[in-house]
């Protein structure tokens, strides 16, 4: 006697939503790192940190170096040094880094991509290995008259990082 179609269905249902969440229960115990990746303590994890030092630098009103940009926002330019150290790697991405801006985080502006016309070399997509560092900069349009600023790192993965303002 055949089972109804109604209950066949429910039941292929179930087995697809089994195998689904064991795919990814095994996914999360495979990979511990979390999702949205924020800056830390240094120091927290075996000896292992990430030194980032940087400078900044205001360009000044954005719109004498970008003519699409409305009166307003300024250029500042962060020259970083990124040194790994005791980490397998590092992930370098622009999209990784903000600037906080007056407790307001920016995302890197388009204009990163400009700045080897002003003799910067730009922070480009790098996988940075244990002992390794690398030099870049990103552009940040923020709103003129800021009071602080300092610096994010937003990947996938957490570290222990170390900001030092030179």
């Not at 900069?137 to 996938?156: D, I, K, N, R, T």
Request: aromatic share 12%; proline share 4%; no cysteine.
């Amino acid at each position: 006697m055949k089972k109804p179609f109604f209950k066949r269905k429910v039941v292929l249902l179930g087995i697809v939503l089994l195998v689904i969440m064991i795919a990814v229960v095994a996914s999360a115990a495979n990979n511990p790192s979390t999702i949205s990746g924020t800056s830390k303590s240094p120091g927290t994890s075996q000896n292992k940190a990430m030194k980032i030092s940087y400078t900044v630098v205001n360009l000044g009103d954005a719109s004498q170096w970008d003519p699409s940009i409305a009166p307003g926002s300024a250029f500042l330019v962060v020259n970083m040094t990124i040194h790994n150290q005791g980490y397998d790697t590092f992930s370098v991405n622009p999209f990784y880094f903000k600037a906080v801006v007056d407790n307001v985080a920016y995302s890197y502006s388009t204009y990163s991509y400009k700045l080897g016309d002003e003799g910067y070399t730009r922070l480009g997509v790098a996988s940075v290995l244990d002992g390794g560092t690398i030099t870049g900069a990103l552009a940040f349009e923020v709103p003129q008259g800021y009071s602080q600023v300092s610096m994010q790192y937003q990947g996938l993965r957490t570290y222990s990082i170390d900001w030092i303002r030179a």
